[in-house]
């Protein structure tokens, strides 16, 4: 029997220490089943100092209990603010789970903005038309490889990274057994995003994926840095 943990005892304020006085954005991807292959929820709270992009708080779970998922959220961004931290925006995934993610919106309104994603949204960076989750994740690409990029060195994070394929413009991944789903690279990218003021972006519709991924140069490692656990660039660094 797994024993259960509150909210309090899993995330308690102490987590929250290492976070100083850079502007903060908070990455969600939302997931609300607890099957085996059910994909999990997925948070990263990432701080800007100066060029740096700093993870401070990184975490994955599985529930299908929604309130336990916006207690989780209303402790960590209430605790922000009672710390008097620049918590800008939370940047939530509502590409699959609409619905709860604007519960989640209403659980948090007036104590942070919030934006809801649609990953598959059109949107124009840089004069260029491409989908949103293509921007989001391009930003992770960017800070990586620029050597900006900051993470807890935890093997759970390094292998969510390497699920990520990259190939015609699109980042894709493949789901592991136990439902995992590069989950925490989506959150990061969706803190990147906000933390660049992206604005809101919920139009037209564009298809990302380009069938089964296949395994590319640009954000898989090789087998040798796979090894040396080396994951995303020689540039990362945690």
Known sequence: MTASLSIAQAFPPSVLDHVTDGPLALG????????KTSNPTAIALVESSGLERIVRLAARWKTDKPDITK???LMLCAELVRRK???RLVN??????RFFASDCRTTLSGIVRVELSILGSKVEYKGQAMSLKARACGRVETAA??????LPPAEWIQRDLRQIVKEAGSYNAEVEPNGAHADFFIALALALDGLEGSGPADAEALSISGGR????SGMRPSSEDEDSGI????QLHT
């Open 28 to 35: 969600v991807d939302l997931g609300t089943t607890t099957n």
């Open 231 to 234: 994951f995303l660039s020689h």
């Open 92 to 97: 939530i995934d509502s590409s699959n789970e």
């Open 85 to 87: 931290k620049a918590l």
């Open 71 to 73: 207690g989780i959220l």
């Open 213 to 216: 991924p296949r395994r590319s």
């Open 145 to 150: 490889m620029d050597n900006r990029l900051r």
